[in-house]
């Protein structure tokens, strides 16, 4: 129970206190004072109790009393009955009950002196059992940051001290960890915001970055309309030699009784430790991440052998299968707003992996998220990992359309050995080249399923493309520019049908002697019998590199 009316009253130490009127409050108790003269009332405190033997209450005092104790922020008001007065003054009572200001009854063998005892002790105990709760919150949480615990520890035990939900963000508001309390009504992320890895909006972070830059104010304040609620938010600025590195935000919903702002003042030097210490660990992890993936990846290192150590000194595994999985930004961005783009990626990426089913190394290369994913149970086939795979990124897209983030999927084959890290790679990035020229409507391309498009592209140069096709169908392309005919088409879906003219008619919607009339035409045109089957291989290859033409 809090330190109010309501515990005065109920408290055993000495019995008989009684509500004469009005109802309790939840003000917290914060002093007393004695009214002993008329002069009392300016000089009372928010939260004070104020006492009285009701010499002094009569009808001239009582008439505006109640009004002006609420006017003060006073907690309440007792009074020593059947002393002075033996009963409270109407217009007393009419304004306790329309304030909801609660009077109550000192037991007669009480003295003031032994009220004011009681508040006071108790005021004592509770700033101990404050002081002591606030070294066990510091102690726990600077062991946290001596022992380089994430920082997920740190937010759930200041959460779970103060009863809120807590957020760890940087200067950006982007979010480093997060706890929500049990007592809090809505989740995370708030309607105003969809994205899953920033607080506040883009316009209101800014705003609130610009305010603590500006201001240099301990605390801001904000508030938020959240659906039906309106959220408050307490946001502590982490500075380190008056730079702002990052912000500590307690959500302070309606109900939320009290919020011991103390906790943080005096945790801000030890947060501002832990995130240097997380900036410097994190920027050489990622520093020696990048270049390791610039090594495996850019293709300068040719020797195994290198690859090899390579791989064993960054603990990648280069003798088990493994499949590649670039993510390709679909916006063209600032560098700020790319490197936003590429960590949401990364971070709904890994977070949407099943553990049980694959191990995974992951980093950023060349403005595309890459991911490396090694199954775990090498008794599944191949078709059945690359169903999961493409579940996988659907549903990454999925997530990542929620924040407004889109983004193309390549996917590789799966193969093993130090030697093909970077094909695998290649073979990605190129099921996004060539998938998006070929299936425009599709945002997941798999290299299994065009790998005759890649072979093409592998084996032959523009130019030799461009010679073979015209060759085989340059004539009929030249034929249907002068006369707008369809004769291109109708071959393709011959090919495509295997030869079967009546099914190839249904296709394009046109009669059966239509189609045969056409098939002479082209015959006569190219001078081949189109139904000869080394005549249908070498067309059918020509109609392959008319998709890649534009590639």
């Not at 409270?88 to 304004?95: D, R, V």
């Not at 500075?239 to 702002?261: K, M, S, W």
Request: charged share 20%; with cysteine; hydrophobic share 40%.
């Amino acid at each position: 129970m809090s330190f109010t009316i309501e515990w005065l009253i109920t408290q055993d130490i000495i019995p008989g206190f009684t509500l004469l009127c009005g109802s309790l409050n939840s003000i917290n108790i914060s002093g007393v004072n004695i009214m002993d003269n008329p002069d009392t009332i300016p000089w009372v405190q928010e939260g004070t109790v104020l006492l009285s033997t009701g010499y002094l209450i009569d009808d001239d005092i009582s008439k505006n009393l109640v009004k002006d104790l609420m006017s003060r922020g006073c907690a309440g008001l007792g009074i020593k009955m059947n002393r002075y007065i033996n009963e409270l003054p109407p217009q007393m009572i009419e304004q306790a009950e329309k304030y909801n200001f609660p009077i109550f009854n000192i037991p007669f063998t009480c003295s003031l002196q032994q009220v004011v005892d009681i508040i006071y002790h108790h005021m004592h105990i509770e700033e101990i059992d404050a002081t002591q709760k606030m070294a066990i919150i510091y102690k726990s949480i600077t062991e946290c940051v001596l022992n380089k615990q994430d920082f997920s520890q740190l937010t759930s035990i200041i959460s779970e001290s103060l009863n809120s939900s807590v957020f760890l963000t940087n200067d950006s508001f982007e979010l480093l960890s997060h706890t929500m309390s049990p007592e809090t009504m809505v989740s995370f992320p708030f309607s105003f915001s969809r994205n899953l890895f920033y607080l506040f909006p883009e316009t209101d972070s800014i705003m609130l970055r610009e305010k603590a830059n500006t201001d240099k104010l301990p605390i801001m304040h904000f508030e938020k309309d959240n659906l039906d609620t309106k959220l408050l938010f307490n946001i502590f600025p982490i500075r380190n030699n008056h730079a702002l590195i990052g912000f500590i935000v307690i959500l302070e919903e309606p109900q939320t009784i009290q919020t011991y702002y103390n906790v943080i003042s005096n945790l801000s030097s030890v947060f501002c430790i832990a995130m240097i210490n997380h900036s410097v660990m994190t920027e050489s992890e990622r520093s020696n991440k990048d270049i390791f993936f610039f090594n495996l990846l850019q293709g300068k290192i040719t020797s195994t052998r290198q690859l090899e150590s390579l791989c064993m000194k960054n603990g990648f595994d280069y003798n088990v299968r493994r499949f590649c999985i670039v993510m390709q930004p679909k916006e063209l961005a600032v560098s700020s707003r790319k490197h936003s783009i590429e960590q949401n990626i990364l971070n709904t990426l890994t977070r949407n992996i099943d553990d049980s089913l694959f191990t995974y190394v992951s980093n950023t290369f060349q403005g595309n998220v890459v991911l490396f994913l090694f199954p775990k149970n090498g008794k599944n086939n191949n078709n059945s990992y690359m169903d999961i795979i493409t579940e996988l990124c659907s549903d990454i897209q999925d997530n990542l359309s929620k924040i407004n983030i889109h983004a193309l999927c390549g996917i590789s084959k799966p193969l093993k050995g130090a030697g093909t890290i970077r094909t695998t790679y290649n073979q990605a990035i190129s099921s996004v080249r060539v998938g998006t020229s070929i299936h425009p409507d599709q945002t997941i391309y798999n290299y299994n399923d065009d790998e005759i498009y890649h072979v093409m592209l592998d084996s032959f140069s523009n130019a030799q493309r461009n010679e073979i096709y015209n060759d085989l169908i340059g004539k009929l392309v030249k034929y249907d520019k002068l006369n707008e005919s369809d004769l291109v088409a109708t071959l393709e879906t011959y090919i495509h049908c295997q030869q079967n003219a009546a099914q190839a008619a249904r296709k394009l919607f046109i009669h059966r002697n239509t189609m045969q009339y056409r098939l002479e035409q082209i015959k006569n045109i190219l001078g081949m019998d189109i139904n000869d089957t080394h005549n249908v291989y070498k067309l059918q290859t020509a109609f392959y590199i008319k998709d890649i033409l534009t590639i």
